[in-house]
Nanobody, 115 residues
Framework: QVQLVESGGGWVQPGGSLKLSCAAS????????MSWYRQAPGKERELVAI???????NYADSVRGRFITYSDSTKNTMYLQMNNLSPDDTAIYYC?????????WGQGTQVTVSS
């Protein structure tokens, strides 16, 4: 089964940018439906972005136009470029791989946006 490891989180000031990575092992990302979720303190986990078949992507309304997700098959890694960050983006970010109705999750990476 696939294992996922996120990295790239940290602290950034409002208006700043971060790039998250989700490195996969034990399976090719091309065989999975890949997405990013986040969970803020006291809130439910929410879908942020998903890579759809054909290489396109869909985004939550709250991040559309600021976040971009894509994958690099040669590195078996998915990325989330986050721009113009605001305090509302503060959360733990998780990557998700889904196949045959089974979900695989990484451990998450903390993103904190504050001045």
């Amino acid at each position: 089964q696939v294992q996922l490891v996120e990295s790239g989180g940290g602290w950034v000031q409002p208006g700043g940018s971060l790039k998250l990575s989700c490195a996969a092992s034990g399976g090719s990302l091309d065989l999975y439906s890949m997405s990013w979720y986040r969970q803020a303190p006291g809130k439910e986990r929410e879908l942020v972005a998903i890579i759809v078949s054909g290489g396109g992507s869909n985004y939550a309304d709250s991040v559309r136009g600021r976040f971009i997700t894509y994958s690099d098959s040669t590195k078996n890694t998915m990325y989330l470029q986050m721009n113009n960050l605001s305090p509302d983006d503060t959360a733990i970010y998780y990557c998700n791989a889904r196949r045959n109705r089974i979900d695989y999750w990484g451990q998450g990476t903390q993103v904190t946006v504050s001045s």
